[in-house]
């Protein structure tokens, strides 16, 4: 018999930890990172996310990304419990903070539908559960455009053996780590 996994509470707080610790660790893994661009599933319109604190910087990847002629959007929070929006963009446009504070695009951006969503988590598994920071903005947005391909994004030492499962979890189609990108079936 396989051991329980840790409740996300518990799980939440030791992954903030861990990955605290390896942004500390691998200062060049949103390079390599981005060096594995092209590995990406394919997807003319890329939601990329602007990191907070310990989040592995999806800036790198951002460029890389539009270097291979793919678009970019980021996400936008504009009411607490809907799927977020997703706003056209540029790196070098203008942003200002979302209803979370996180760095948006300005309300005059074109409001798109990305075919491929990378987001930032806690931790995954190899099953393609992703563990977020809790709010739900994710699993209600990946529900609101299901045809959007989800890619998480995150270091390779964020991976757990199993995390707890719960009806509105949505999973990821594939990870993006410092070593390349992993599919999951």
Same mark, same amino acid.
């Given at each position: 018999?396989?051991?329980?996994?840790?409740?996300?509470? @518990?799980?939440?707080?030791?992954?903030?930890?861990?990955?605290?610790?390896?942004?500390?660790?691998?200062?060049?893994?949103?390079?390599?990172?981005?060096?594995?661009?092209?590995?990406?599933?394919?997807?003319? !319109?890329?939601?990329?996310?602007?990191?907070?604190?310990?989040?592995?910087?999806?800036?790198?990847?951002?460029?890389? !990304?539009?270097?291979?002629?793919? @678009?970019?959007? !980021?996400?936008?929070?504009?009411?607490?419990?809907?799927?977020?929006?997703?706003?056209?963009?540029?790196?070098?446009?203008?942003?200002?903070?979302?209803?979370?504070?996180?760095?948006?695009?300005?309300?005059?951006?074109?409001?798109?539908?990305?075919?491929?969503?990378?987001?930032?988590?806690?931790?995954?598994?190899?099953?393609?559960?992703?563990?977020?920071?809790?709010?739900?903005?994710?699993?209600?947005?990946?529900?609101?455009?299901?045809?959007?391909?989800?890619?998480?994004?995150?270091?390779?030492?964020?991976?757990?053996?199993? !995390?707890?499962?719960?009806?509105?979890?949505?999973?990821?189609?594939?990870?993006?780590? @410092?070593?390349?990108?992993?599919?999951?079936?």
């Amino acid at each position: 018999m396989s051991p329980l996994p840790i409740p996300k509470r @518990e799980l939440r707080a030791a992954m903030r930890a861990e990955r605290k610790r390896l942004s500390g660790l691998e200062p060049s893994a949103a390079a390599r990172v981005a060096a594995h661009a092209g590995d990406l599933p394919p997807g003319g !319109l890329v939601a990329v996310y602007r990191a907070v604190g310990s989040e592995l910087d999806a800036a790198p990847l951002a460029a890389a !990304l539009i270097a291979a002629g793919r @678009e970019l959007c !980021l996400p936008v929070v504009v009411e607490a419990d809907a799927p977020m929006i997703f706003r056209r963009w540029a790196p070098g446009e203008p942003l200002e903070p979302d209803l979370v504070g996180v760095a948006a695009p300005l309300p005059l951006a074109e409001t798109v539908e990305p075919d491929l969503i990378v987001t930032p988590l806690l931790a995954f598994d190899a099953r393609g559960w992703r563990l977020g920071q809790g709010g739900g903005h994710y699993d209600r947005t990946f529900a609101a455009v299901p045809g959007a391909t989800r890619v998480g994004l995150a270091y390779a030492g964020q991976e757990v053996a199993g !995390l707890e499962i719960e009806p509105h979890d949505v999973r990821l189609h594939g990870v993006l780590t @410092e070593v390349g990108y992993r599919a999951f079936a």
